[in-house]
């Protein structure tokens, strides 16, 4: 089994994820903006066994962060917190 971590912009720049990123917050109500990377493992056959995502803790300020969205609805880039 192989067991990969990617973060949000490095699976944006690959699209390597084994879920589509709009998943994350079209789907499961949750702003991509807070989600620093994911983790997820795969046996040899390539199925996937698990999935995690690890979230980045809220910014004190709470300055408000967004994601760029192509014309396909496919997430081009997202501007967080930690970026300013």
């Known amino acids: 089994m192989k067991t990969i971590t990617k973060t949000v912009d490095e ?3 690959t699209n390597e994820s ?3 990123l709009e998943v994350i917050p079209n789907k499961m109500g949750i702003n991509l903006c807070s989600v620093e990377s994911l983790t997820w493992t795969r046996q040899d056959d ?3 066994v698990n999935l995690t ?3 980045l803790p ?3 300020d709470n300055q ?3 994601c760029e ?3 396909d609805g496919e997430i081009i880039r997202c501007i967080r917190h930690k970026d300013k």
């Open 64 to 66: 408000p962060c967004a």
């Open 53 to 55: 995502i690890n979230f």
């Open 11 to 13: 699976l944006i720049k």
């Open 18 to 20: 084994p879920l589509p």
């Open 58 to 60: 809220a910014p004190e």
């Open 69 to 71: 969205m192509g014309d």
């Open 46 to 48: 390539d199925q996937l």
